[in-house]
């Protein structure tokens, strides 16, 4: 499986963004999809995945702002009120039934205060 990402750029404090992702290569092995980020010398963290029957699973930090989509094998991350805390590079990942994980290139989101 491969992840190709888009999205991302520079806004500011207030606006919005949208992020996606696509799966490709043996997309039946596909459970759960969605998006983690990392900040500058901050862990990677959680921030939004969607399960093969839709059910969303938000941060705390993100829940009410974000909103995270997912058609079969692309996933799309809407966010909404950014917020200079939100600044990361963004990485689209999923895990597959096997429990293997993929991670896809990282897109960076900025926002200015």
């Known amino acids: 499986v491969q992840l190709q990402a888009s999205g991302g750029g520079v806004v500011q404090d207030g606006g919005f963004l949208s992020l996606s992702c696509a799966a490709s290569?043996?997309?039946?092995?596909?459970?759960?999809m969605g998006w983690y980020r990392q900040a500058s010398d901050q862990r990677r963290e959680l921030v939004a995945l969607?399960?093969?029957?839709?059910r969303a699973t938000y941060a705390d930090s993100v829940k009410g702002r974000f909103t995270i989509s997912r058609d079969n094998t692309k996933v799309v991350l809407r966010m909404n009120d950014l917020r200079p805390e939100d600044t990361a590079v963004y990485y689209c990942?999923?895990?597959?039934?096997?429990?293997?994980?993929?991670w896809g290139q990282g897109t960076q989101v900025t926002v200015s205060s």
């Open positions: 290569g043996d997309i039946a092995t596909i459970n759960v």
């Open positions: 990942h999923t895990q597959l039934w096997s429990g293997t994980v993929v």
């Open positions: 969607a399960s093969t029957g839709g």
